[in-house]
């Protein structure tokens, strides 16, 4: 089992920064593939960024790629989301995720645990 609690959202006008992390417990994190989603609405949710239960090896949507950096810190249990440049178009909410599996997806049904969601908004 894995609980997983995000924080970090806010307000952002265009270009700006923001962190988003993810607390997560459970014995399971430390051999969990994680990831970050995003969902707009009226929109499916999507695929952000993903990194190995190592923190060797990282994904990202076209979309975020240079953009966006996704890391983990073991130690303290979190998952980060750098966002830097931001657009009106991140606009979401936010959704941190963990599978039980060594192998990277980009895909929503492989994920077994997702936090609550955090919003982000860029706007000037």
């Known amino acids: 089992q894995v609980q997983l609690v995000e924080s970090g959202g806010g307000l952002v006008q265009p270009g700006g920064s923001l962190r988003l992390s993810c607390s997560a417990s459970g014995r399971a994190f430390s051999s969990a593939t994680m990831a970050w989603f995003r969902q707009a609405p009226g929109k499916e949710r999507e695929f952000v960024a993903t990194?190995?239960?190592?923190?060797?090896?990282?994904d990202y949507a076209d979309s975020v790629k240079g953009r966006f950096t996704i890391s983990r810190d073991k130690a303290k249990n979190t998952v980060y989301l750098q966002m830097n440049s931001l657009k009106p178009e991140d606009t979401a909410v936010y959704y941190c995720?963990?599978?039980?599996?060594?192998?990277?997806?980009?895909?929503?049904?492989?994920?077994?645990?997702w936090g609550q969601g955090a919003q982000v908004t860029v706007s000037s």
């Open positions: 995720a963990a599978r039980e599996s060594q192998f990277l997806s980009v895909r929503v049904t492989a994920y077994d645990y």
């Open positions: 990194i190995s239960w190592s923190g060797g090896t990282t």
